[in-house]
C-alpha cells in the first residue's frame, strides 16, 4: 500500500507552479504575490462524496474538475482573475487510493491550465468518504459583492439554468449530465460583467435561494419574468424544467444587478438575458408572461438538511 507521501507527489504530479508563487507546496504555508494594485479574493468551498458525487456516476476526474470549478465560480462571481489554489483531500482506507487521488488530480489540473491557476499547498486527511476542499485566490482591483444592487437595477444572469439538475435524473440529456459532471466557471464573463455590475452573485444553491441572498444582502427586493430565464437545453426538454430553474442549483450561472444606464454595453460584451428588476422593499416576487407566479414551496439547495 502506498504511504502518505507518494500518494501526495502522485496528486502533485499534473500541476505546474504558477506565476507569483514565491512559496509552493512541500512546506507549511504558501506565499504568494498579487500583481501591483490588485486586491487578494479568496472562497473555499467542499465536494463530499455522498452529498455532491457519487464515484458510481462521476469519474474521479469529474470530481477533481467539479471541485475546483465551483469554486472558481465564486471568484467569477466577485469579478476576479483565479490566480492560485489550496487543496485538502480527504481519502477513505480503500485500496487503490493513490490511483483515484491521481485521476482526480488530472481532472483538476486541467481546469486549473485553463483558467490559468495554479495549486500552492494543501492537506491529507483519512476520512469516512472521500472529500475535496479547496481554497482558491484570485486578484480583483475592485471585488463585486452581493451588496450594492440599488432599485432601478435590472436583474440579469448570465449561463444557463435547471440543466445541473436535470442532469440528476435517470438518464439524462448528454447536456445535463455535462453540466452535472463538469461544470464551467463562467471566469471570462464574470471579468468582462464587473466593469459593468453592481453586485453579483453566482447560482450554486438555486436561482431563488441565491438571488435571495444577493437581495437580502443589498436591502432590496426583485421580481423576476419567468419566462425570459435562460434555461438549458435539458431543463427545456423536461416538463418541470422551469422548476428546476428556479430552485436545482449547482449550475454555476451569475446573477447580475445592472445599473440600467450599463445594460446595452454589457450586452455588447457578454451573451446576457435580462431578467426581471430590482425594487425598493424586501423578497422575490415571481411573474410569468407578466401575470404573478407563485413562489415553489422550496427556494433551493439547504446544506444542513
Not at 502518505?4 to 505546474?16: K, Q
Not at 471585488?143 to 444592487?149: E, F, Q, S
Not at 431578467?275 to 404573478?292: A, D, F, K, N
Request: overall charge positive; hydrophobic content about 45%; glycine content about 12%.
Amino acid at each position: 500500500m502506498s504511504s502518505e507521501f507518494d500518494l501526495i507527489d502522485a496528486f502533485l504530479a499534473p500541476f505546474g507552479r504558477g506565476t507569483g508563487v514565491v512559496i509552493g507546496p512541500g512546506s507549511d504555508c504558501a506565499a504568494v504575490e498579487p500583481a501591483r494594485g490588485q486586491r487578494l479574493v479568496a472562497t473555499t468551498d467542499a465536494v463530499v462524496e455522498g452529498v455532491h458525487f457519487d464515484l458510481r456516476r462521476f469519474s474521479p476526474e469529474d470530481v477533481g474538475w467539479k471541485a475546483l470549478a465551483v469554486n472558481l465560480s465564486d471568484l467569477a462571481a466577485a469579478g476576479a482573475r483565479p490566480r492560485w489554489f489550496l487543496c485538502a483531500l480527504g481519502i477513505p482506507r480503500k485500496q487503490r487510493a493513490e490511483a483515484v487521488a491521481r485521476r482526480i488530480a488530472r481532472g483538476m489540473a486541467a481546469l486549473a491550465r485553463q483558467s490559468g491557476c495554479a495549486l500552492i499547498g494543501g492537506n491529507v486527511s483519512s476520512a469516512s468518504e472521500w472529500s475535496v476542499t479547496i481554497t482558491a485566490l484570485g486578484e480583483a482591483k475592485r471585488p463585486l459583492a452581493r451588496t450594492g444592487a440599488r432599485p432601478g437595477d435590472a436583474l440579469v444572469v448570465v449561463g444557463r439554468l435547471g440543466d445541473a439538475a436535470a442532469g440528476l435524473r435517470p438518464l439524462p440529456h448528454a447536456s445535463g449530465a455535462r453540466a452535472q459532471r463538469r461544470p464551467r466557471p463562467l471566469v471570462r464573463e464574470g471579468l468582462l460583467a464587473a466593469r459593468f455590475a453592481s453586485a453579483a452573485i453566482d447560482v450554486s444553491d438555486g436561482f431563488l435561494q441565491d438571488l435571495r441572498h444577493l437581495v437580502d444582502s443589498s436591502g432590496v427586493g426583485a421580481v423576476v419574468e419567468c419566462s425570459s430565464l435562460p434555461l438549458g437545453r435539458a431543463a427545456r426538454s423536461l416538463p418541470d424544467g422551469m422548476e428546476l430553474a428556479l430552485t436545482g442549483g449547482e449550475d454555476y450561472a451569475l446573477v447580475l444587478a445592472v445599473p440600467r444606464r450599463k445594460l446595452a454595453a454589457l450586452r455588447k460584451v457578454v451573451d446576457c438575458a435580462e431578467v426581471g428588476r430590482i425594487l425598493r422593499g424586501s423578497g422575490v416576487t415571481l411573474t410569468e408572461l407578466g401575470q404573478p407566479r407563485p413562489l415553489p414551496r422550496r427556494a433551493g439547495f439547504d446544506h444542513l438538511k
